[in-house]
């Protein structure tokens, strides 16, 4: 983490994963997830993590049975590339969390559905993900995802 951060400079957050932890019993996946995050938080940055509950089903079973024990503080990023998945936003806002949707870049108007629902259940933030290796080979393509999200937001192809 402190070479990361050394590396980066001035960060507000820090992705812990979690999204490929499927080994530990519930018990040691919180304290896994409490660890990293003590340790962000005495670094003075946020953690953030994935959220597959909504996409996995016995990723469901694990989250009912952790979802009382994670700290509050860890942001919760919702991904579905598909469907959106408002009804798990409002379940985690209601439990206190901070909310991002990841609807991927493939469909410009599911980026825009998340955004307006998010923005109507509390939700803070968007992870734009493109799940190609950032390669030479795939830098237009890259660059390209960026260009369009960005033009639909901002009006601008910069």
Not at 65 to 76: G, K, L, M, Y
Not at 93 to 109: E, I, M, Q, Y
Request: proline share 4%.
């Amino acid at each position: 983490m402190d070479e990361l951060r050394a590396e980066l400079g001035d960060v507000r957050f820090f992705h812990i994963g979690m999204d490929e932890d499927s080994r530990r019993s519930p018990a040691a996946y919180v304290e896994a997830v409490r660890t990293l995050s003590d340790g962000l938080r005495a670094r003075g940055l946020r953690p953030v993590m994935w959220n597959d509950a909504a996409q996995i089903a016995e990723k469901a079973v694990r989250w009912r049975a952790v979802q009382e024990d994670i700290p509050r503080d860890v942001i919760q990023v919702l991904w579905d590339y598909h469907d959106a998945q408002f009804e798990a936003v409002a379940h985690l806002r209601r439990r206190g969390f901070d909310v991002w949707g990841a609807p991927g870049t493939d469909h410009l108007a599911q980026v825009v559905e998340w955004r307006r629902e998010l923005a109507a259940l509390g939700g803070t933030g968007l992870v734009l993900t493109q799940w190609l290796p950032c390669t030479a080979p795939n830098r237009d393509v890259l660059l390209d995802a960026v260009r369009r999200v960005g033009a639909l937001y901002f009006g601008t192809s910069q």
